[in-house]
């Protein structure tokens, strides 16, 4: 009876949680089939860790750790670093966000250059909402070398965006009750 409320917990965590996951695993990958194996692995972990998670308000912070570290060492086997060549290019299905006319996708986009430690901090800190303690936890870091790892972050960010996702260089829409009143 035991292993059956353990299994029928679980799957309730995975209904709630797995699309979100999912996300963060994206974001932390930039690529929709490794973020699908990143998650399972993860999951498969925590399923196998399950009972020793004691302290069920903060199973997502133990995923995502999970997820982070399992990410960094994908990262480092030798042959992910390969490449891989091939006669076609794979067709991707574009991810558009309709409510902001792609703009998500394109600044995600450019996340996704950053390195995998830098990726991980701004995908904690500005996706998740973590507090700079919580990242560091997750990532088993010091606070400062959050702070320091962000800020580095942002900076490269801002060099490597394009000038058309800024919101400075973005021309301002204006009604025609705006323009009119402008004009007088």
Sequence with gaps: MRQLDRDADFTAYLEARQPRLLRTAYLLTGDRHQAEDLL?????????????????????????RIMVNENNSLWRRPWKRREHATD???????????YDEGLGAA????VQTLPPKARAVVVLRYYEQLSEAETAEV????????????SRALASLRLRT??????????????ATTDTEEER
């Excluded at 692995?41 to 997502?60: E, F, G, N, Q």
């Excluded at 076609?88 to 309709?98: F, Y």
């Excluded at 600044?107 to 450019?110: P, Q």
């Excluded at 394009?162 to 009604?175: G, N, T, V, Y």
């Design 40 to 64: 399972q692995t993860s999951l498969a972990k925590l399923y196998l860790a399950w009972d020793r998670v004691r302290d069920r308000d903060h199973v997502d912070a133990y995923v995502r």
């Design 107 to 110: 600044v995600w986009a450019v």
């Design 88 to 98: 076609r290019v794979p067709e991707g299905a574009p991810v558009l966000d309709a």
């Design 162 to 175: 394009p000038a058309d996702l800024d919101p400075r260089h973005r021309p301002h829409d204006h009604d």
């Design 139 to 150: 990532l088993g870091i010091s606070v400062g070398t959050v702070k320091s790892q962000t």
